[in-house]
């Protein structure tokens, strides 16, 4: 995590402000010969967008990505790849920001949002691009999803999925979890009973002019034993790393995670036996990951995102001439920016994994060591 | 963070097993000039050290640090710098393993302990090091600690400080929060009316060879304005990770953490009054970071860790051989090893923080722009 | 140098293939509040672009450079900086493709060029694009030369310039060696005695349909003492990467470099007095760099590039289907690729030295330590 | 490269001053179940050591090697891999200093040797640990030779093997080339007619309290196609800045390197047939490296050093107080520091090598595609 980029042989690197012409990112270090089309990745993205309900913010953007770099077709790819891959040089993908609406930003141009990060970019570098959160935007996060997108492609066989598992005080019903009932609701909510609930606390919230913290969870399933390295290369600690580098995210836990301090050791140890494939585990407080290196089963993380800043209520705050001040946020904003995380999450999940995988590939080979094997 | 190393500008890179002959690291990057003894190190080791009370690891290591380079002193260093001063090479510092004690390895060598990482390094890996842990030994955080204590030195002006504030299901009453608190009693506690629970909850967890999680807590007073770096050099990104990749870390939150999915707007965002040296916050749910960036208030995180997973309760496993097996962990073990992780936590949070200085100071010259000013 | 991307506090990605719609760079870690404008970085790819002579490819490119990111205008900048400025996010560059000339190449989409990197790219990755070179071609040097021009606005106290000092068996005399005179010609020739030589050697290479190597000198003036770290973060050593991966580079050496190897202690040590601002050495056999750190004098290095592999002569080489083939390149080449690479040697010095900058005051807080001070 | 850590994948750190009571290194992301002992390191070590003869350095080190970390043994893998092997976690490696002469270093405390890096350190760091040569002494090249060992074994199918091929104005003669020569004279001389020269020349050298240059060659035999990365990852340009790195080092060149500077494009292009197993090349003037990716041919580099800058000769110079003063240089010198460079240039060509075999097979999974496969 460098600044502006992440991963090590897996690497990202977004560039973009919310108002500038236009916001992508290079991927490089991407295997060769993947089936890769700017479809693939706009699919991802389509879930993503903005405009699609009344809890996220109706800005209207195609977010249409172009690859302008990094993958071929010609004859040969067809026959032995299916049409256009990647050739393992560096894929710069571009979304253009054509919805830039024309709006008076005098207010927040000088003004600090409280819980906003602009003061700390104005103490920092000293000037900013304030138009619609500038780097801050959550438009930055286009970029992760559609790097995501091609980080799936390289962990093919795992699959990478989250929910929306709080909004609010309002938790799911885990007894009632469904992965199917995500894609049946605008909140990615596994539990439909929910639904209802967080329709109304969200109306309530939007009237209101107010905003909402949530949860998400997600999970990686197919991740093969061996991923991640100790001590500081851990998978835990680079998934915790990704996800907190999303906007608004307050924390992290892996499996069990904050549960398991109130946990005994006989809890906690999840038991194994042996299947068919390798040991077999009973339960799963460990998140799919022992001493920063997968297991095998599930990974498992959750993630805190706070309420957007950006309310209608008057705040206290100051301003770049160190006048106290009292500001309100107008214009379009989320309610709650943890519905519109869920993609994002996912996306820093696979990323992260994609890199794992490389790098213990390269480490190691890639052989799965099984007992008895 | 990369397998073993961690920080770009200040960084460590740490190496050594639990029966290995010695552990330590190599510190890159230093600031020249600064004072820095074997005296100044040892000191902190001291109090993480293993075997000050019945609630930690009974092994004897007199954990005596070494500095084998990077500092120099002659006359003309100790007229300028007032003795021994780092010369901004690297700084290796050494640990000797001296109480290896002979035992019987024979049952953990081939069998895997639930909740231990033993299974996921020989899949990563075909070999490991078994003898205490190895790699995955709680020793390898003496190396962390030790290089805490130099950060601590390149950070001069920041105090670092870390206290457990949940051992099982007793969590301390905020209310009686007193730091001093914490020097007074094994257990980094600052609710005196707490130790007695948690003295007599760990009596009963040792008693019945059994463990238990725990929760610590570190904030980082005097970190100016401006350090830290968007999107994925985050200061808190920065702190998920290196806070996670300590041993049995299960979860980590900056300010409100989870508790911020509940908030609402008004209640998350911290509002600003201008004081005498720059803007000051009526309340600290951001934990001191916004956007990634230090805003001047005090840098607060909370990290969650599981019971450690040698218990003398016997447990279904597997063993090298593919056999299922029932096992339990004999020998010296912390009841609750979130206690020796205190320490640690300070440790990394300074070094995340003195990394985080020196990037901040070569990208923008180190000044902090104050509003009015 | 990972993959596409070089510098570490001050980074470049590149990405872009020839015959892909675009190619562009990524630089990150910009200090915030330099002056930006296109025009600034538009002056410096002007001087690299094809098509200013018989000498360089025929290829007809505006190379119009975008700024997409990382700057930001308005009336507070303008008053404060003078207009449009670095914000410290990343500054993405993009110049589009317009002349992907339709050609065909069937011949050389499977056959391997002698001399290419047709052949290395094929065998490591399986799929290239052979168009134009792909990611092979020497357009991808534009972008090195619009991040160089960013480098220089971070070190602005420093002159990055450079000459052609060899084409061929033709040498320059350095005792007619004048720096104007690089604007006067189109070699960037130092020596105006040199330049009628050097157009009829190209031009006898020119009908010949062959090419020739070349020799490039640069030297950086106005680099204080310090810059550089040991022993693998050596200013000479990045400088030597740096330079190597320029196409068809194939050496790279510092101040005296391969010539010292025939030099006496005493022909080498360059010896030094005391001047008003600190030593002045009698001689720069070192280039400037001593132990891998600058010590104030002008920084110089000579890269040699071979000649470009696009020949008209036959050659015998295979192709994809393991066939012996022979094989001429048709199309628009440059007889001596040596003379577009003096801009882009300018522009990885540049970059190299910038980020050794900002490393530098990040480490120490960019004091220069001078005796007597 | 960073500071004093270079490589990726396969990432060495090294540490220590001449004077202090140690130096190592960290090898940090190599293989596990590599056969590793002590006695393969110390091998490799004996070659390096100074002491052997009357053209090197008299100081007496045995340079004895301890592994502190990162290896293991037991009855498994002794059945397994026949003794003891690398885990996968970080081999740490020490050597003691044990002949840390007193001698008075008053002089050269507050003096700087021209040509020597004394000033560029004091005014970078203002202090520095002069005691023969500190940091900047030729013993921390131990270390790199001590990974080098490792390196060898991580790439056990590529043999790296290097000459001296220049002493002074004195170069071999190429037709007769003889590596079996390199073991039978203390030059690592392949040319057995150009030995007494040598001799003689040294002779006058030493007696004049003068040093020389030298030139070193270097090959890998055995590197497969495919290693290496564009644009910036360069296997050429990653070499480059690993020879570079070596203490006085002032130029590196790849394949017919400066020379093919006055190549024609036809001399140039090594062309191919097809072999076996695979393209054969011609002639190897790139040096195995095209595109920066190898090519299956030797790699090919050759190292320029300068002469050591502590000579008898009095010289004029400034110390700290910022005095003019007259500098000669007493005590054991070589006169020629490019011998025992030798086996330097062979460590650093190995970890390179080592570094972009795990890459490649990260980001490729290591296939090699060959032509009509």
């Not at 909140?187 to 639904?195: G, I, L, S, T």
């Not at 995988?357 to 007992?371: D, E, N, S």
Request: aromatic letters at 6%; a negative charge; glycine letters at 12%.
């Amino acid at each position: 995590m460098s600044h502006n980029t992440f991963g090590h042989m897996f690497r990202v690197t977004t560039w973009g402000e919310s108002h500038g012409p236009a916001l992508g990112c290079v991927v490089d270090g991407c295997p060769p010969g993947i089936a890769l089309t700017e479809a693939d990745i706009q699919a991802w993205l389509d879930l993503r967008r903005p405009g699609q309900g009344k809890f996220v913010t109706q800005r209207q953007e195609p977010d249409a990505v172009r690859i302008l770099s990094g993958v071929f077709e010609d004859e040969r790819t067809r026959e032995l790849f299916g049409g256009q891959v990647t050739t393992g040089t560096p894929i710069s993908l571009m979304i253009e920001n054509v919805d830039q609406r024309s709006r008076d930003y005098s207010e927040i141009a000088t003004a600090f949002r409280p819980g906003h990060a602009d003061y700390a970019y104005f103490a920092k570098y000293g000037v900013r691009d304030y138009r619609g959160g500038g780097r801050q935007s959550a438009r930055e996060t286009a970029a992760r999803v559609a790097a995501g997108a091609v980080a799936r492609k390289v962990i093919a066989g795992v699959t990478v999925r989250a929910a929306l598992v709080q909004i609010g005080p309002h938790a799911v019903d885990r007894s009632r979890w469904d992965w199917d009932e995500t894609h049946n609701n605008p909140f990615w909510c596994p539990d439909a009973a929910m639904v209802s609930v967080w329709e109304e606390h969200l109306e309530t919230i939007r009237k209101a002019g107010s905003s909402t913290g949530a949860i998400v969870e997600v999970e990686a399933v197919g991740v093969p034993a061996g991923w991640g390295a100790p001590v500081y290369g851990k998978l835990d600690a680079e998934l915790a790393a990704a996800l907190m580098s999303i906007n608004a995210a307050k924390g992290v836990e892996i499996g069990a995670g904050f549960a398991s301090a109130a946990f005994t050791g006989e809890e906690n140890a999840d038991e194994m036996r042996m299947g068919n494939d390798g040991p077999v585990f009973l339960a799963n407080n460990a998140g799919g990951v022992l001493g920063g290196i997968s297991t095998g089963q599930a990974v498992v993380a959750r993630v805190a995102f706070k309420p957007t800043s950006s309310i209608l209520t008057p705040r206290r705050s100051v301003n770049e001439a160190g006048e106290e001040v009292e500001l309100r946020t107008k214009g379009r904003h989320d309610p709650c920016v943890g519905i519109r995380a869920v993609p994002v999450v996912e996306a820093m999940t696979a990323c992260v994994l994609a890199d794992a995988f490389l790098r213990h590939r390269g480490q190691t080979g890639g052989v799965v060591h099984q007992p008895g094997g």
